[in-house]
């Protein structure tokens, strides 16, 4: 007996997510749009932690938008009590979390906010990994990009500075904590662990390091993927 893989039907706003056109890689980064998020979840491991916040901001023309910022609480599945080690790290309490919406009705919010943008995020593997998860298990379905990863981003600067002799050769990787990043460059610092904040701070790291690409001749959105794509 044969058996077909049959192509997963998705629902209309994901097919809305993932069939949008994608930003062009030639283009100019301060001519694209970006949705920076940040999530806060009730432990480390996607596959038996969860949502528990996502801030967003977005950038256009290079400009952190803040009057379309997004924030929510996201109600864990029932059966998940956070724990109060997790609580002392992000402040959400059991209470909170109560009267928040489900991730079925969060999500959908979320994936119109992606849609034809890139998505910025720092340390990628834990939001995107977390993402994913509550999107297969649901649909079937994954974040299609591009996503860039600030922390990548720092890797990347880092790396080139050795070559171009800027620091020594065996100068050490500098922390890549976003406020220690953040710190670096000069910027303002706010509430860390609060998805709001987190987003902020990303988004404020992000124009610094892509104004610094500029500066070294890579002013396109294909050499922010280059130096940060996930």
Do not use: C
């Amino acid at each position: 007996m044969f058996s077909f893989w049959r192509k997963p039907v998705f629902p209309d706003f994901v097919r809305a997510y993932t069939e949008a056109p994608r930003p062009e890689p030639a283009r100019h980064w301060r001519e694209v749009g970006y949705s920076v998020l940040d999530i806060e979840t009730s432990g480390l491991n996607h596959k038996r932690d969860a949502l528990l916040a996502i801030g967003l901001v977005e950038i256009e023309e290079g400009r952190i938008h803040l009057n379309r910022h997004w924030y929510t609480l996201v109600r864990p599945p029932e059966g998940l009590e956070v724990d109060a080690s997790s609580i002392r790290i992000h402040g959400i309490t059991r209470a909170e979390l109560e009267d928040a919406p489900l991730a079925d009705v969060v999500l959908p919010e979320l994936l119109a906010r992606l849609a034809g943008r890139v998505m910025v995020v720092h340390v990628a593997q834990v939001d995107v990994s977390f993402l994913n998860q509550a999107m297969r298990t649901r649909w079937g379905a994954k974040l299609v990009g591009p996503i860039i990863d600030t922390a990548r981003i720092a890797m990347s600067l880092h790396e080139t500075a050795k070559i171009l002799g800027s620091v020594q050769p065996d100068m050490p990787m500098p922390a890549i904590q976003l406020r220690a990043l953040a710190t670096r460059f000069g910027l303002p610092s706010y509430g860390e662990h609060n998805a709001l904040n987190d987003a902020l701070t990303t988004a404020q790291l992000f124009l610094a390091q892509a104004t610094r690409l500029e500066g070294m001749g890579r002013p396109t959105l294909r050499g922010l993927m280059k130096a940060g794509g996930v």
